[in-house]
Structures are given as structure tokens and as C-alpha cells.
């Protein structure tokens, strides 16, 4: 089954402490992006990638690292968490001359 | 700069009644326009797109949405609802052609579908 796959689903982290969100899909799509999910901001890019090796910052990068290492991986990294990261975040892939693009089923992450 | 506009945060409404979710859109190139549904507690499922072609798009669960280049909206419609669709509907455009394929997302619009 074609599909995006987010681990975990839910975390809950101190301010400072080091986490990844992971990322993989199995449809071998070059492009990959994250995303924030607030009340009333409805999603936001944070980073992107266009394939191996090429990432680029979306519009609200700061606190985040990504990495693109192999292609149907695309990590999420905060160094160290602050509660505005509190949030709900979503994963996506779709190929580069595809328009539509697929989402994970979200990672909820509470940072206290 | 481009932008979605869902002015509507929330929309309650009657079973097998009709609803409209609006979305209005400003950019300065061509768009790909798309609705997404999220379900609580769900991800993000693609309700229907418009790449190109006729301007109403029939999208799953008996959704329909028509593009109107003059109005730059992107109106979602259903004439008749159930309690299963209740969750929230964002609306979303993409640069035609562009370099990314960033998506830029409305605020989103919660349907409350009421006994």
C-alpha cells in the first residue's frame, strides 16, 4: 500500500531535550516537506526537499534541522524544543512533476 | 505573495442540508487549487483538485468545487450532508509550474454537521 508514515504519533518532551520525528514513504517521490498544523494558522511549511541531499527552508524553519540522506527518508530533528513547538506536524511526498501531494497521518508533540 | 483565504472558521449546518465552504485565493500566477479534509483525529485526505479543464471539479463523497478565475475563488459544495462529514476542510493552491511544490494553505474551515 502507497502510504506515508510518520513514528511517533505522539510525544510528549521537556524544553531542551533532543527529538526526531521520523518520516518514510514507499512511493519513490522525489519531493518531501514538513509542516505545522496551529489553531487558526491552519499549515505551514517548514522545510522542504527536493530530493537526495537537496533541502531547503519553507516559511517557518527556525528550531528545526531536516537531513535527506536517502530518498524515502526525511527526518525532522528540533536540537532543543521549546514549548511554541508544540504542535501537530505533518509529513508529505509527492513526486516533482506530480501536483498532488500525500500526507502522513500527523505527529502531535507537546514540549513542556 | 500568494494566499488562501477561508473566511468562514466554522460552519455548522443540519443533516441533508446543502453547505458551501468558501476560499478565496490572491497570487499572481496560475494555480493548481485543492481541498483537503482532515477528520478528527486523522491526517490530511485530498478532497478534489483543479489542474486544468472545466472548472467544476467532482471530488470523493459526493463534494463538488468550481474555480472562478475572475473571482479567484474556489468554493467547496456539497447539496446534501451527513453527520460523517463533520471535520475540518482546508483549502489549498500551488504555484502552476512553479520551482517547489509548496502548498499554501488556508486557515482551515471546521464543518459541524447536526442532527
Known amino acids: 500500500e502507497a502510504q506515508v508514515t510518520q513514528n511517533p504519533r505522539y510525544l510528549i518532551t521537556v524544553t531542551g531535550k533532543k527529538l526526531t520525528v521520523t518520516c518514510s514513504q514507499n512511493?519513490?517521490?522525489?519531493?518531501m516537506s514538513w509542516y505545522r498544523q496551529d489553531p487558526g494558522l491552519g499549515l505551514r511549511q517548514i522545510y522542504y526537499?527536493?530530493?537526495?541531499?537537496?533541502?531547503d527552508k519553507g516559511d517557518v524553519p527556525e528550531g528545526y534541522k531536516v537531513s535527506r540522506k536517502e530518498k524515502r527518508n526525511f527526518p525532522l530533528i528540533l536540537e532543543s524544543p521549546s514549548p511554541n513547538q508544540t504542535s501537530l506536524y505533518f509529513c508529505?511526498?509527492?513526486?516533482?512533476?506530480?501536483?498532488?501531494?500525500?500526507f502522513g497521518p500527523g505527529t502531535r508533540l507537546l514540549v513542556l | 505573495a500568494q494566499s488562501v483565504t477561508q473566511l468562514d472558521s466554522q460552519v455548522p449546518v443540519f443533516e441533508e442540508a446543502p453547505v458551501e465552504l468558501r476560499c478565496n485565493y490572491s497570487?499572481?500566477?496560475?494555480?493548481?487549487l485543492f481541498w483537503y479534509v482532515q477528520y478528527p483525529n486523522q491526517g490530511l485526505q485530498l478532497l478534489l483538485k483543479?489542474?486544468?479543464?472545466?472548472?467544476l471539479v467532482k471530488g470523493i463523497n459526493g463534494f463538488e468545487a468550481e474555480f472562478n478565475k475572475s473571482q479567484t475563488s474556489f468554493h467547496l459544495r456539497k447539496p446534501s450532508v451527513h453527520i460523517s462529514d463533520t471535520a475540518e476542510y482546508f483549502c489549498?493552491?500551488?504555484?502552476?509550474?512553479?520551482?517547489?511544490?509548496?502548498?499554501?494553505f488556508g486557515t482551515g474551515t471546521l464543518l459541524a454537521v447536526q442532527p
Open positions: 508529505a511526498s509527492s513526486t516533482r512533476a506530480q501536483e498532488t501531494q500525500y
Open positions: 512511493m519513490n517521490h522525489e519531493y
Open positions: 526537499s527536493m530530493n537526495v541531499e537537496v533541502t
Open positions: 497570487s499572481s500566477v496560475s494555480v493548481y
Open positions: 483543479y489542474l486544468s479543464g472545466s472548472t
Open positions: 489549498a493552491v500551488r504555484n502552476y509550474g512553479g520551482a517547489t511544490n509548496k502548498l499554501i
